[in-house]
Each structure stands twice: as structure tokens, then as C-alpha cells.
């Protein structure tokens, strides 16, 4: 059987070296001063399985001029943005989510008639930009944005990014805007972390001063705060107390991603866990939504074989100032390969070359020799990935185990640039991508579903993450076998619209959560089946399906992103579809949520019913809302369902290794570089 396995490290390759940061958008050359960020609230709570993250903002015009703000901020990693609440004469109003060109057709309108509004728009993949006008002179606006996502648990390590550096990938956005990332008076990031399963510890690697508290086994808060005085932040109204501004040296810019990690304890048994949300007196009647999530046991055996190792270098202009790092890193990748190893190296800029023409032996002779080549080579021209990847995937030899460095930012400029034509390039490979995605801006969705093609792995890798970590558990999926050709059957409950987090294989350490929709209380069960080389493995559950439970009424919002997920999948896959299109704006106006066809909107509530918006988001908002609160008393708090599936414990870091390991750490070193170097330069 052929193993090929494909490790993508995906680099951030800027026009310029230095990175740009969420906040406050102004045309260059602007006449008037910089609109200000005052205040700056983020509270974030993990609830075992997902987590809900606030944001709330007071912008200030310091001009005399009445202006539009605009806050532009990454996308974060598979979040459902569903509330946008903007304060209309002292007054909370929320969004509502309409198609995309009505909504900002309806912006325009008032805009131009000087009442309020506030509109929530998506870039692509880059960035929320959200839109408000008018600020009066010498006025303050408040704004308060929620987003729901699954939480991130992998190897028993979960990871929380709050993303705030952008990329840069966007140059004509770039060239055309300057930004204002600094907090002026108030800055609060508040972590709650409520777990199943007790908690080792928990860290933020790039922030020293967070201040860390143990509320008990399983609960732990973790705040980072920079303010003249202690601030309360009214929930309801957006109020807080603190007004006086900072001191200088207590300024704080958002220009650094906020990673925050925890542990759970060793010796956990592998399990499946779910939680549920049905409100029989709600819209959905009796339609109610699941979400449970397969943790395996340590049941994968390593792989025990020399490889082949192909690295798929960037060599366009951006890499000036960046190369000579690159080809040191090589080097030191290189010179850790065990002696069965073999090794070839492709670049890519305008076209693809390959620098040593077929495998060679991983001897010190051919190490050098390479090395000497590469660090002659000049970077010029833009970036062909497609022929990289091509280039890189042909010749490889089906008896050996083989794997692919890739270094880029996934952002093609020249040759072939639709996602279509990639994901047809790995479908006609017997491949397996290993991604790591570097950077916010990064084109996440090119890189995800080439990965998916491949039945792969992809990790995302922020500037602020605990290197070493990410690559323990990389290496940990490289060095050991993975499930094959996985299959969930759900019998019980009437269960239906079923979505995987995850398709084809699962590797160590991975979690497979599944979300769906049932129709009748009772018990499910739950089979998990895939094969293991040669091997079949089967692991199976029960659960009780609730009449009613309330507690968790985000999970819509996330069933419903994920089907627009599938959905765009489908689309990149076959082609442009209007059918396709038109299920995803309908998907995303039912459920709120902020899509590259769908915008949410604030106007006066009188606005609202002149132009015939329902108020359903408005609706789920107060329920989410309400949900909340109750969730933070210790009466009403719901407990997942658990059950063990396997007698081994689950996986965790600190095996797994060899020369994977040493390639996957030379790439990150060159990363490390490339961050100090932007580090200086900005």
C-alpha cells in the first residue's frame, strides 16, 4: 500500500515585512484626525464543547466633523458571527441579517439620510468590517459583537485564539487605508474556561501578565487588563465605568493575537460526549439540535520507516529579506534526516524548478551540495503555487512513505488561482496534506479543503502560539497511522441533517465532532467505525435525547454555519451553482449569521419594520442572551453527557518524533526568524 504524506507550513510571504493589526480604517491622506478606540471589552467562555466570544467596543470622533467609522478586524477561525448589537440613542438594537447587496444598499440609504446605522460585512476570507455612521463630532459610538465557535482540543491540549493581526495579504486594501489599533483609555480580555474533565493548567504564552485563577478542578479565569482603574462593563447597556484615559505606558495596541492554552489531566479515558439544546415553546418545535464529540483512545500505532521528503519552497520577491533564514533552516532540517531518508527540493515563484532533480540519499555530501545551490538562488517574481504543488506531486514513489513541505502563505497570485482546479490536482493523488496555516489572512479555506481533499490534517498557526507545542503535536500525527475511511452511524431520535467536523481520516489525537438535528426525545446510539491499516476499529455510545433542554441555544447558530460550510464545499467542488447560493443565504438569514452573501444590518427599529425586516435574529439574540446568564449560576448549569469508549487513556503530547519531528522544527525556526525580523521592523 502507498503511504504519501504531504506536510503543508504555510508561511505569511508580505508585500512588506510588516504585519497589520485589527482596528479603526482610514483612507491615506486623510484630512481629518484618526478615529479612536476608547474602549475595548472582550469576554470569552468555554463551555467544554464550544465557546462564545463578546466583543464591545466605544469608538470616539475627536474632529469637528461628523465621519464614519469603519472597524476591520480577521476572521476568525470558524466562528459564527450571529450578534451585532450597535446603541442607538442610549439604547441596545440588533442586527438583522439580509442578503448582502440589500444590506448595504440599505446602509447607503441611510447613510445618506443621516440617521444611524451599522452594517457587518465579510471579506472573503480576510476580515469583518463593520461600518458605522454616523459619529458625531466629538461623540462616542458603542458596538457589541458575539461569535460562537467550536472549541479546539487536540492531543488533551485545547487552544483559543483571539485573532488581531492581519495579515497583509489584502495589498490594494492595504495601499488604500491606514489604521488606528490603539486602545486609548480601557482595554479587559476576560477567559472563562468551564471544563468536563478536570484541568492541569492553563497559559498564555505571549502574554506574562495575564493574571491566571483556579476556580476549581475543571473551571479556571484567565484576564489580561490595561487601564487607568478597575472597569465594569454593564452587560445590558454597553456602560462602563472607567473614563479617565491611559497613561503612555500603558497603551495598548491590538496588533498581537491573544492564544490562550489548557491542559486536562493525563490518564483520561477515551470518550464521547454530548450536549443538546430543544425548546419545544421555540421556533424550532420540535426540532432540536446535538452536538457530540468523539475523543479516542491512544489506539494508533506509530509508523516505523525511512521516508521521502520533498520541500516546496516560496522563492518569489516577497522572500527578500527572509531567504537566507529559509535556506539555514533547510540546512538544519536536513542534517537531521535518518540515513534511510531521502530528500529532493522544489521551488517556486513565476514557475517551479526542481533544485536536485530526483530523491537523493540524506548523506552529508548531498546535504551541502543542496544547501550551496539553494543559498545562490535569488527571489524574484510572484507566486506560482500551483505549479509548485504539481511539480512537487509527480515522481513520488509508491513504496516508501513520502512527505511534502510546502512554505507559503496559500495566497496565489500567478498561473492557476481557482480553488477548483487545486482541489482537482490533489483529487488525482494518492496524497496525504499536512497544513500548517500561518498567519489570519492566510487563504484558510484553499488550504482547509485541499487538506480535506486529501484526507489530511491542518493546523493554524498565530505569531502568539506556543511553537514547540503546535509541533508536538504535529509530529505526533506524522509518526503514528490514522483512521481510515471513518463512518458514523446514528440510529434513535429521528436523526437527520448530519455534519462531520472531520472527513476520511482522523488522526492522533484529533477529536471527531459531529452536530445534527433530531425529532423525537429518547435514546441514540452512536457507532464509530474506521479502519487502521489492515485493521478495522469500531467504538460505540449511548445517549439520552432530552424533551426539552435550553441551555445551549448557540448550537443552532452552529449547525447552521456548519451546513453553509458543506454547502460552500460543494460549490468549490462542482462549480458556481444558483441553487447552492441561494441555500446559503436562506441557511444563514434562518440561523444569523454573517456569510460572503449575507450582511447584518442595524437600523431604528421603526426603519426595520417600514422596510419589512422581521425581527428573528432579534429573537434569538434575547434567548442566547438569557441562556448566558443562566448558564453562570451553579443551579441551572447543564452537564454533557459522557461515556467512555475505549479502555486505553487518550492521547497526549510528549511521544511520537524522529525525523518528522526535525523537519517540521526547522520550518518553524525559519517562522521564529521571520517573526523577529517584523517584530524589529515594525
Do not use: C
Request: cysteine-free.
Amino acid at each position: 500500500m502507498k503511504f504519501f504524506y504531504r506536510i503543508s507550513a504555510v508561511v505569511l510571504m508580505l508585500a512588506a515585512p510588516i504585519a497589520h493589526s485589527a482596528g479603526l480604517l482610514k483612507p491615506v491622506n486623510s484630512q481629518y484626525q484618526d478615529l479612536q478606540i476608547k474602549q475595548h471589552h472582550v469576554d470569552v467562555t468555554v463551555y467544554g464543547a464550544y465557546v462564545t466570544t463578546s466583543v464591545e467596543q466605544v469608538f470616539h470622533n475627536p474632529n469637528e466633523a461628523q465621519l464614519e467609522a469603519i472597524y476591520s478586524f480577521p476572521v476568525p477561525e470558524h466562528a459564527a458571527v450571529g450578534e451585532f448589537i450597535y446603541w442607538i440613542d442610549g439604547q441596545p438594537v440588533v442586527g438583522e441579517v439580509v442578503e448582502k447587496q440589500r444590506a448595504r444598499e440599505i446602509y447607503q440609504q441611510e447613510q445618506q439620510a443621516g440617521r444611524d446605522a451599522a452594517i457587518v460585512e465579510q471579506d472573503e476570507y480576510k476580515t469583518f468590517d463593520i461600518s458605522v455612521t454616523p459619529v458625531l463630532p466629538r461623540d462616542d459610538v458603542k458596538i457589541r459583537l458575539v461569535y460562537v465557535q467550536a472549541a479546539m482540543i487536540d492531543s488533551n491540549v485545547g487552544r483559543y485564539v483571539y485573532p488581531l493581526e492581519e495579515g497583509g495579504v489584502d495589498e490594494e486594501k492595504a495601499a488604500f487605508w491606514t489604521r488606528n489599533d490603539v486602545v486609548s483609555e480601557s482595554f479587559n480580555f476576560d477567559f472563562h474556561l468551564r471544563s468536563a474533565y478536570p484541568i492541569d493548567a492553563v497559559r498564555l504564552p505571549q502574554h506574562a501578565g495575564a493574571v491566571l485563577s483556579k476556580i476549581n478542578s475543571s473551571e479556571w479565569n484567565a484576564t489580561l487588563a490595561n487601564s487607568s482603574g478597575a472597569q465594569q462593563f454593564d452587560e445590558e447597556t454597553g456602560a462602563g465605568s472607567n473614563t479617565q484615559p491611559l497613561e503612555p505606558q500603558n497603551i495598548i495596541r491590538l496588533d498581537k493575537d491573544i492564544v490562550v492554552y489548557w491542559r486536562l489531566a493525563d490518564g483520561l479515558p477515551g470518550s464521547a460526549d454530548m450536549i443538546v439544546y430543544r425548546d419545544p415553546q421555540g421556533t424550532g418545535g420540535s426540532r432540536g439540535t446535538f452536538m457530540f464529540t468523539i475523543t479516542p483512545g491512544d489506539d494508533l500505532k506509530p509508523i516505523q520507516q525511512g521516508s521521502d521528503w520533498t520541500f516546496v519552497l516560496d522563492v518569489s520577491g516577497s522572500m527578500q529579506g527572509k531567504y537566507a533564514s529559509l535556506a539555514e533552516g533547510v540546512r538544519q532540517g536536513l542534517k537531521k534526516l535518518r540515513l534511510n531518508d531521502r530528500f529532493r527540493i522544489v521551488l517556486f515563484n513565476n514557475s517551479a524548478k526542481n533544485l536536485t532533480g530526483g530523491f537523493l540519499p540524506a548523506d552529508a555530501a548531498n546535504v551541502e551540495s543542496a544547501i550551496k545551490r539553494l543559498e545562490n538562488w535569488k527571489p524574484e517574481g510572484g507566486t506560482n503555487l500551483y505549479a509548485g504543488l504539481d511539480q512537487a506531486l509527480s515522481r513520488a514513489d509508491a513504496d516508501r512513505p513520502s512527505a511534502i513541505v510546502l512554505v507559503t502563505d496559500g495566497v496565489a497570485n500567478v498561473g492557476v488561482t481557482e480553488k477548483k482546479q487545486f482541489l482537482k490536482l490533489l483529487e488525482k493523488r494518492d496524497v496525504r496534506m499536512f497544513t500548517f496555516i500561518m498567519g489570519n489572512s492566510a487563504n484558510r479555506p484553499l488550504l482547509e479543503e485541499m487538506t480535506a481533499i486529501s484526507n489530511g490534517y491542518s493546523a493554524s498557526v498565530s505569531n502568539s502560539d506556543d511553537v514547540i507545542g503546535q509541533l508536538m503535536q504535529a509530529t505526533s500525527k506524522m509518526t503514528h497511522h490514522a483512521f481510515r475511511d471513518f463512518d458514523v452511524d446514528i440510529s434513535g431520535g429521528r436523526a437527520k441533517n448530519i455534519i462531520h467536523s472531520k472527513v476520511g481520516s482522523l488522526y492522533r489525537g484529533e477529536q471527531l465532532t459531529v452536530m445534527g438535528h433530531y425529532y423525537q426525545a429518547g435514546e441514540m446510539q452512536v457507532e464509530f467505525k474506521a479502519r487502521v491499516g489492515a485493521e478495522s476499529k469500531v467504538y460505540r455510545a449511548t445517549f439520552i435525547l432530552p424533551e426539552s433542554d435550553t441551555s445551549h441555544p448557540e448550537l443552532e447558530r452552529l449547525w447552521g454555519y456548519n451546513q453553509i460550510r458543506k454547502l460552500n464545499a460543494r460549490s468549490d467542488y462542482l462549480g458556481a451553482d444558483a441553487d447552492v447560493k441561494q441555500a446559503i443565504v436562506d441557511t444563514a438569514v434562518e440561523y444569523g449569521l454573517v456569510t460572503d452573501y449575507t450582511s447584518m444590518i442595524v437600523v431604528r427599529d421603526e426603519v426595520f419594520d417600514q422596510l419589512g425586516i422581521d425581527r428573528n435574529n432579534k429573537a434569538r439574540v434575547e434567548n442566547e442572551q438569557k441562556a448566558r446568564a443562566d448558564r453562570k449560576q451553579p443551579s441551572t448549569q447543564s452537564v454533557p453527557q459522557s461515556q467512555p469508549i475505549s479502555s486505553s487513556s487518550r492521547p497526549s503530547l510528549g511521544s511520537g518524533g524522529g525525523s518528522v519531528g526535525a523537519i517540521v522544527l526547522m520550518v518553524l525556526l525559519v517562522l521564529t526568524v521571520m517573526r523577529r525580523k517584523w517584530s524589529i521592523a515594525s
